[in-house]
């Protein structure tokens, strides 16, 4: 629900997401390529920003191993998984630490 200046409730219909795009910026900060395969250009991204973190999300949350294993040259380890959720719809958070840009 929103409430307008005019203070009347307006009711607007959600629809659930197909899938999650990186967490600020619409993208900016987004991977390529598609969940859970990581590799070619995502790989690239990651050595040229030397991430040190990063923050996979699924909305099914289906594929999270292949993802840490694509990472292995990385030094992955999960640092913290959640999931968020409202309703029907939920979002699976996971915060992986790569050893490699981490020290």
């Not at 307008?4 to 987004?30: E, K, L, N, Q």
């Given at each position: ?81 959640a999931v968020l959720a409202d309703g ?5 958070l996971w915060l992986v630490d790569l050893g490699s840009y981490?020290?």
């Amino acid at each position: 629900m929103f409430r307008s200046s005019r203070g009347r409730r307006r009711s607007y219909a959600r629809t659930p997401p197909t899938s999650p795009i990186g967490i600020v910026h619409a993208g900016f900060d987004s991977l390529p390529g598609t969940f859970p395969v990581l590799e070619g250009d995502a790989m690239g991204e990651i050595e040229h920003r030397h991430a040190a973190q990063i923050l996979p999300m699924s909305v099914t949350g289906n594929g999270f191993a292949q993802a840490v294993h694509s990472l292995a040259q990385y030094e992955p380890h999960v640092a913290k998984r959640a999931v968020l959720a409202d309703g029907e719809v939920r979002l699976h958070l996971w915060l992986v630490d790569l050893g490699s840009y981490l020290r």
